[in-house]
């Protein structure tokens, strides 16, 4: 058989996803709407993507670090603050941040104006995270504290880092 006979095999494993400019799963965190493109289940849970906009003059999780997954931030639009450590980045449209396992960081929009941002994370061990502050959220209605969220960070292989949070 030639290649080319081969190309035209259909393929075993899973399917071509395509979520479009409506679809998705939204969660709202606060003054953040997020919404996962891909949660992994069409990945092997290799990948998880999302993308979030973050309102202006909006605070960001406390400062953390992760032992399991990789995260990246690629900006669409406005500007991000992520600190890492003591040290701050302002991020602009077409910047990308990689964030390794064990890296203290996190991230905010200081400014006037929306920010737009793709968010990978792979593994996808993360995503459920969201979900859960999103739960916690609606069960009390109340904002979310500082213990909460470090709380359910912990169930994800992440804890508060150190030193500025």
Sequence with gaps: MTDEAKADEPREGPALSVVGPGDGETIVLGTTRMRIL??????????????????????GPPQHRHARHDEGFYILSGTVRFTVGS???????????????????TFAN?????????????PDLYVQYFRDLQ??????????????????????ATEPATGRA
């Design 110 to 122: 200081p400014t006037d104006q929306p920010a737009v941002m793709l968010s990978t994370f792979t």
């Design 87 to 105: 040290d701050d980045y302002d991020a602009v449209a077409g910047t990308l941040v990689m964030v390794p396992p064990g890296t203290p960081h």
């Design 38 to 59: 891909e949660d992994g289940s069409r990945t092997g849970h290799r990948l998880a993507i999302a993308e979030s906009v973050l309102a202006p003059h909006t605070e």
């Design 135 to 156: 739960e916690l959220l609606h069960a009390d209605g109340r904002p979310l504290t500082r213990e909460a969220n470090i709380d359910t960070m912990s169930r994800y």
